[in-house]
């Protein structure tokens, strides 16, 4: 597993690839920036170091380090996980090893957020991602894609491609029951910015009376207009997995409420996954497959964040009726069970890696 953007204790690349291929009797070596898991398990860690370098030049100095490491562990499979580390994975394939590409982004659609790029360039940046991607798809021996619309992508470019969604482990949450207690407080998980809702979560729970608690990492910009804002916000930082897990199982409604950039329309957002998985009721934003999602599982409401009103009344909703947000967080956790939790996923993942076995057996 390479990577020189992720750290090594990554969640979909650590705790439910490695980890899942470790236990179908593999051996995992997870090439990745510090910090590593407390618990390394089977997997060995070798961690890239890189000296303070300019943005512009950080990926080409960090990836010639990760293909170094990645190198002298003499795999018979490298699965990279950045669009930066595309031509040093070329470079891999001389080296007679499988080669996989997981794309865990619609890359081109998602320069179109980020801030650091000129906006004028953008529209030029995309398309060359696009380029590159499209070249360098069939050369790879698979693509593993994490949503059905970029797996469709790929699948256009002649590429050979396994969906692995990014669905969630469910034995790291507490199964809920119609008597769980649960804090009057909102929260949200994940990379805390302004385009994934920020502005609109704190307002809105600021208008209702709620509290909210927000986790995971934050912007500059962002940290320093929640420390401006004079609401009742707990802002919890980057925590560990089981931290997650016991910040939600004593949580009450779960906030998804990502803004429609080109990147999120078609996106899985783990988070609200993660919410149900729990036994959280979910409050959306209006993107196609959030809706679709939420819309299916019966676990919650989907609004537009145009209707300020509706997202209102249905925070005052599920704060003011606990029993109906228990009964929906009950649904959500139902449709976790059958359908969006790794032990589905994983199967895909590891038949890719039978097959690959198989061939290599037959050489």
């Given at each position: 597993m390479l990577s020189s953007v992720h750290s090594a204790d990554d969640i979909r690349i650590v705790e439910k690839e490695a980890r899942s291929l470790s236990e179908?009797?593999?051996?995992?070596?997870?090439?990745?920036?510090?910090?590593?898991?407390?618990?390394?398990?089977?997997i060995e860690f070798k961690l890239i170091e890189v000296p303070p370098v300019p943005r512009w030049k950080r990926p080409w100095v960090?990836?010639?380090?990760?293909?170094a490491l990645?190198?002298?562990?003499?795999a018979d499979v490298v699965q990279f996980h950045d669009p930066e580390l595309i031509p040093f994975a070329l470079l891999l394939k001389s080296r007679r090893c499988k080669v996989i590409y997981d794309v865990h982004e619609d890359v081109p659609a998602d320069i179109y957020s980020k801030r650091w790029i000129w906006s004028w360039m953008r529209p030029a940046v995309a398309r060359t991602m696009e380029v590159v991607e499209r070249s360098a798809a069939r050369r790879f021996d698979a693509i593993v894609?994490?949503?059905?619309?970029?797996?469709?992508?790929?699948?256009?470019?002649?590429?050979?491609?396994?969906?692995?969604?990014?669905?969630?482990?469910?034995?790291?949450?507490?199964?809920?029951?119609?008597?769980?207690?649960r804090r009057r407080q909102a929260v949200y998980v994940g990379r805390t910015s302004f385009d994934r809702g920020l502005v609109e979560m704190v307002e809105a729970c600021a208008a209702v009376g709620l509290p909210l608690v927000l986790a995971g990492t934050i912007g500059r910009e962002e940290q320093v207009w929640l420390e401006k804002s004079s609401t009742d916000v707990s802002y919890k930082g980057r925590l560990g997995r089981g931290e997650i897990a016991a910040l939600l199982n004593r949580s009450l409604i779960g906030l998804n409420l990502l803004l429609p950039e080109p990147n999120y329309l078609l996106s899985l957002p783990t988070k609200l996954f993660e919410y149900m998985a729990a036994g959280l009721p979910v409050i959306s934003s209006d993107l196609p497959k959030s809706k679709e999602i939420v819309e299916a599982a019966g676990c919650g409401f989907v609004v537009s964040l145009n209707d300020r009103a509706a997202l209102l009344n249905s925070l005052s909703m599920l704060a003011d009726n606990p029993e109906r947000a228990i009964r929906l967080g009950l649904a959500g956790r139902a449709a976790v069970a059958r359908n969006f939790n790794w032990r589905h996923d994983s199967v895909e993942l590891n038949e890719l890696y039978r097959r690959f076995a198989s061939l290599g057996a037959a050489a």
């Open positions: 179908a009797g593999h051996d995992v070596t997870v090439v990745a920036r510090s910090p590593r898991p407390s618990d390394p398990g089977r960090a990836g010639r380090a990760a293909l990645a190198r002298a562990t003499g894609a994490a949503t059905p619309a970029i797996a469709d992508r790929f699948r256009a470019y002649g590429a050979a491609v396994t969906l692995v969604r990014n669905t969630v482990r469910l034995d790291e949450f507490i199964e809920p029951t119609p008597t769980t207690e």
